[in-house]
């Protein structure tokens, strides 16, 4: 296929911390336009989109009037609620479906198991099928994890390989510099035990990443017949503090986790999180500050470690940036792409239109 030059315009759907990474990716972008953008907050209503996200004024005034806003023009809604890893994301699918039949474009950051949303069937894949269809529309959602991070680093190995064993995606985030009780709480931080962890409760990192589980077994022809999870977590052996609160000695300081899917007994895929407080935490996995490694076990073996990290002077998130830029940088992709609902498997290469 090749590229088609043209200016697609954008609505940022919510003005949050990582929606004003992807402002500015839109805004830096050759190929997009900022046309409109949407907020739930009363007290952003009819600002500046850029005075809203701490941004250079951008001429576009966020609303939270929704059918103003869908009757302007428009190619793709941006749409980024806010990732929640525990709370049922269900609620805004009727947002997302009206979107869809008002014939504009999606793509997707909020709800992360709909990067592969055909397992989900006729609850969520149904609708959000047929509502591509009725408005001549494509949905996509992508971002690091699930997203780019694993899938797509995972995509990016099996190319190479001839047989192929079991393919793992690891995620590794130091936790120590998010602010608000919220994570801590979150992973059980400065916790003594996982009773009142949500992240650790049955079934829920299941739900979270079961369907990445499905894209990497579609991918190389695999059916998964059972979803395992597992955990350990190591305990801190010092007081210290994070960005979230104190965390003293003898309560949980990292989290490690997997989802498996197996086939025939074994596990053949693999997502597998490292959520850590000290760089230092789990040196036996051999992998510094925050990242991701995508390692297919086959022939031949493929490893490949993806870290993120910034240039001197920004002060802001690289993993926010980098987040964000997987839904902008797409956008253009799923504009081309047919009606209906896609996955990273189905978009052709993305990659950034903003040289520096």
């Not at 004024?57 to 009037?65: E, I, K, Q």
């Not at 059916?223 to 597992?230: G, K, L, Q, S």
């Not at 997987?326 to 209906?340: E, F, L, R, T």
Request: charge should be negative; aromatic fraction near 8%; proline fraction near 7%.
């Amino acid at each position: 296929m090749t590229y088609q030059a043209v200016k697609y315009k954008v609505i940022q759907w919510t003005t949050g911390v990582v929606a004003k990474e992807a402002v500015a990716g839109i805004v830096g972008h050759r190929d997009l336009e900022l046309v409109g953008a949407w907020t739930h907050s009363p007290d952003k209503d009819g600002r500046d989109v850029g005075e809203v996200l701490g941004l250079p004024p951008l001429g576009v005034r966020a609303t939270s009037d929704t059918d103003a806003l869908l009757a302007q023009p428009a190619d793709c809604v941006c749409f980024m609620r806010g990732r929640d890893w525990v709370r049922d994301p269900s609620g805004t699918l009727p947002d997302l479906l009206r979107i869809l039949r008002s014939g504009k474009n999606v793509v997707n950051l909020w709800w992360p198991s709909l990067v592969y949303p055909a397992p989900l069937g006729d609850d969520v894949y149904k609708p959000l099928q047929e509502a591509c269809l009725d408005g001549g529309s494509t949905f996509c959602t992508v971002g690091m994890d699930p997203g780019y991070g694993t899938a797509g680093l995972a995509l990016a190995a099996l190319p190479l390989v001839r047989e192929v064993h079991s393919v793992r995606m690891t995620q590794f985030m130091n936790n120590a510099y998010w602010e608000g009780e919220g994570i801590t709480l979150f992973f059980g931080f400065g916790q003594h035990d996982v009773a009142s962890t949500p992240m650790l409760q049955p079934g829920v990192t299941t739900g979270y990443h079961a369907t990445t589980l499905h894209l990497i077994a579609d991918a190389i022809g695999v059916t998964i017949d059972d979803i395992v999870e597992d955990h350990s977590l190591i305990y801190a052996d010092e007081d210290f503090d994070i960005a979230s609160g104190h965390i003293p000695a003898g309560t949980i300081s990292g989290v490690r986790y997997e989802v498996r899917g197996m086939s025939g007994g074994a596990p053949r895929v693999v997502v597998e999180h490292v959520e850590r407080l000290r760089d230092t935490d789990f040196p036996e996995l051999g992998f510094a500050g925050d990242g991701y490694r995508a390692q297919v076990t086959g022939e031949p073996c493929i490893k490949l470690d993806l870290t993120i990290s910034s240039l001197p002077g920004f002060t802001g998130d690289s993993v926010a940036v980098a987040s964000a830029m997987s839904a902008v940088n797409a956008i253009p992709a799923v504009c081309q792409a047919p009606p209906g609902v896609m996955s990273m498997r189905d978009l052709r290469p993305f990659p950034s239109r903003n040289p520096g």
